[in-house]
């Protein structure tokens, strides 16, 4: 435990002072594989078909990684000091939080300041939905979903493979989490092919998404936070973007969710959370609840550690 400890503490550590690489990122490489997969593979039109061909693509671009990240584990076992180091330096690669408030900044700024068109194409590069013509609390609505909902993904459920599985652990989360995000859309033509991947994600991210949500509650506006969750997380149409987004919009005290356009076409959503809908500065307030959210789990595991 004193290890996962500290190889934590190193990722964190090499995230805040570096950031995201900007070249020569593993997962650059990673989607370049997935792409040509998919471009081999993606070829059926019977919905079985292609069901089963992503499923095979999934496995061939996942599992051969994932076995040679167990077999570096392993063979640095014997040494104790090597592989706290190497597992570090593996997390940080797998998680975003620095890159995840660089991208909110380059939203609240603007928008606080009165820009929209600039945050409006900032929040068109980390959201799905049409970003043009959004205005002030659209935009801020959208950032703050994503900031809390990538918290989640890119952020605790990465800490949380890790511990329980160490580098391999990890490494099999982030390249399921990845394909989930290339080839989970449900347009015609990832319906089907990409079916194996987001279903895999929603596995992966089961237990994590709940302990998130079980973080935000406990890091923010606890008595809110828990109404959203209980009430109102089943009503999202992800199983596991409900309970974060509903516990994170009752910890922050602000309405999320509600009529957003994707793709041409204005979509119903439930509404989430209570209170005043969101503003430049609760985007802000989402970085900050997700940080709180790290030190909670830092000192959670430097208990289990010194205990």
């Known amino acids: 435990m004193m290890s996962a400890l500290l190889s934590t503490l190193l990722a964190l550590l090499l995230d805040h002072r570096l950031g995201e690489p900007q070249r020569l990122h593993p997962l650059i490489g990673f989607g370049s ?7 081999w593979l993606n070829n059926h039109q019977r919905a079985k078909a292609a069901r089963w061909w992503g499923l095979i693509a999934w ?21 104790w000091l090597l592989h706290t180091l190497v597992s570090g330096v593996v997390l940080y690669l797998a998680i975003g939080w620095h890159s995840l408030v660089q991208h909110a900044q380059e939203i609240y700024e603007p928008l606080q300041a009165g820009d929209l068109p600039q945050a409006r ?19 801020a609505t959208a950032a703050t979903e994503s900031v809390l909902e990538n ?9 949380f493979w890790f511990l329980l599985a160490g580098i391999p652990g990890v490494v099999l989360y982030r390249l399921s989490n990845t394909l989930d995000a290339m080839w989970g859309y449900k347009n ?28 935000y509650t406990l890091c923010g506006h ?14 999202w149409k992800s199983p596991n973007a409900g309970p974060v987004m509903a516990a994170g919009a009752g910890a922050l005290q602000v309405q999320l969710g509600g009529p957003a356009p994707y793709h041409g076409t204005m979509q119903e959503r439930p509404l989430l959370g209570e209170g005043e809908p969101a503003q430049a ?27």
Not at 33 to 39: F, Y
Not at 222 to 235: E, I, L, N, V
Not at 283 to 303: E, P, S
């Open 33 to 39: 594989l997935a792409d040509g997969l998919e471009s």
């Open 222 to 235: 606890r008595a809110t936070a828990w109404r959203s969750w209980r009430r109102q997380a089943g009503t």
């Open 281 to 307: 500065q609760t985007i802000d307030q989402a970085c900050k609840l997700i940080a709180r959210g790290l030190v909670l789990w830092v000192f959670i595991i430097t208990a289990g550690s010194l205990w």
């Open 121 to 139: 194409q900032a929040v068109s590069y980390i959201v799905s939905r049409d970003c043009q013509h959004l205005d002030a609390q659209e935009v």
């Open 59 to 79: 496995a061939l671009a996942v599992l051969p990684l994932t076995y040679m990240a167990f077999a570096l584990s392993q063979s640095l076992a014997g040494n």
């Open 188 to 215: 015609q033509r990832f319906l089907h092919f990409g079916w194996a991947a987001a279903r895999l994600d929603d596995l992966l991210n089961f237990i994590p998404a709940r302990l998130t949500a079980l973080t």
């Open 151 to 159: 918290g989640a993904d890119a952020i605790f459920a990465a800490l």
